[in-house]
C-alpha cells in the first residue's frame, strides 16, 4: 500500500464524500410530499393563515375533554351553590363583623362556640353583652325562663372564638348580643 492510498480517506469512493465542485446539492426531502399525506390537523400547524385556538376551545377540542370540562363545571357550581347556603344558615353582621354561632348539648349543658370575624374596615371593637335563653314555645311567654348573661370583648384581630357553656340543655337558643351602638339577635339550633 502506498503512502498515497494510505492517505486518503476510506468512503472517497462513495458518491456523498466527492466535493459538489459548484453543482447544486439535490435534497430527495420534499416538506410539501409529506404534508400532502398528512392529516389535516397537521397541515393546519404548518399553514400561515392557521386560526390559533383559543383557552376555552383546547379544552373541549375532543369529546373526552369536554365532558371532563363539563363535569369540573358542574362540579365546582355545586361547591359554589353548598358554600353559600351552609356558611349563610349560622352567620349574622354586628358592626362590620361577620358573628357565626354554634351550639351541642351534652349532659344536661348546651356549648356555644361564637366566631367573631372582621369584614370591613370600620368594624366595631369594644365590650358586648351577650344573653342566651331557651326559645320559648307558642302561648308560654308568661313562664319564666333561664337566662345565660356574658360579657365579651371584640379586638382587632381577624378572627377571634368564644366558647361558653350555657348551664341549661335546650334545641333552640334565643341569642341576644348587645354592642355599643347596634344590636343582633338569632336563634341557633342545638346539634
Do not use: C
Not at 466527492?18 to 393546519?44: H, M, N, Q, W
Not at 365546582?76 to 353548598?82: D, K, P
Not at 369594644?126 to 345565660?148: I, K, N, T
Amino acid at each position: 500500500m502506498t503512502e498515497e492510498e494510505k492517505s486518503r480517506r476510506p468512503n472517497a469512493e462513495y458518491p456523498l464524500s466527492r466535493g459538489t465542485g459548484g453543482e447544486d446539492i439535490v435534497f430527495y426531502y420534499s416538506r410539501e410530499k409529506r404534508l400532502a399525506k398528512a392529516p389535516e390537523s397537521v397541515r393546519s400547524l404548518y399553514r400561515d393563515d392557521s386560526k390559533k385556538k383559543g383557552f376555552i376551545r383546547s379544552l373541549t377540542a375532543t369529546r373526552p375533554l369536554a365532558i371532563l370540562f363539563g363535569s369540573i363545571l358542574v362540579i365546582s357550581a355545586f361547591i359554589m351553590v353548598l358554600a353559600i347556603f351552609t356558611g349563610a344558615e349560622n352567620s349574622w353582621m354586628l358592626g362590620g363583623n361577620r358573628i357565626s354561632v354554634q351550639a351541642m348539648k351534652f349532659q344536661g349543658a348546651t356549648y356555644l362556640v361564637l366566631n367573631k370575624a372582621v369584614k370591613g374596615k370600620n368594624v366595631y371593637t369594644g365590650l358586648v353583652d351577650m344573653a342566651v335563653a331557651p326559645e320559648v314555645p307558642g302561648g308560654q311567654e308568661d313562664a319564666s325562663y333561664p337566662v345565660f348573661r356574658n360579657r365579651i370583648f371584640f379586638s382587632l384581630k381577624e378572627e377571634e372564638e368564644y366558647r361558653f357553656s350555657v348551664p341549661f340543655e335546650a334545641d333552640r337558643l334565643v341569642v341576644v348580643l348587645q354592642g355599643e351602638n347596634s344590636s343582633l339577635e338569632f336563634t341557633v339550633i342545638s346539634k
